[in-house]
């Protein structure tokens, strides 16, 4: 068992400074990218950026004339959330592979 202080400490730079690389290249690789989701069978839809940012959101008007009180919020919402989800899910997933 290592008990080498100064070895630990180096061990966790290197680990913190591969996963700082990994992270730089997922970010260079996603910038640029879209993501959307949608609801309602396409009557509302949210695109957001590479780092979850909320970029368009497009409600039709028949979204607007279908929906009863609350309902149309809750499609917004919803569709943000599936949009953010998406591109954070990408960046763990490329961040994590480039780590190993």
């Known amino acids: 068992m290592e008990t080498d202080p100064v070895r630990k400490i180096r061990e ?6 591969k996963s700082k690389a990994a992270l730089l290249r997922a970010e260079g690789e996603l910038a ?13 839809r949210a ?3 590479h780092r979850a940012r909320l970029v368009g959101i497009h409600i ?5 004339a279908r929906s ?4 149309l919020g809750a499609y917004i919402v919803e569709v943000v959330g599936q949009a953010r989800e998406e591109a954070r ?10 780590v190993r």
């Open 89 to 98: 899910a990408e960046y763990r997933r490329l961040a994590r592979a480039g």
């Open 68 to 71: 009863r009180g609350g309902e």
């Open 60 to 64: 039709d008007r028949a979204a607007v």
């Open 47 to 49: 695109e957001v950026d």
């Open 12 to 17: 966790v730079a290197e680990l913190l400074a």
């Open 32 to 44: 640029g990218r879209r993501y959307t989701a949608s609801a309602r069978g396409g009557l509302v």
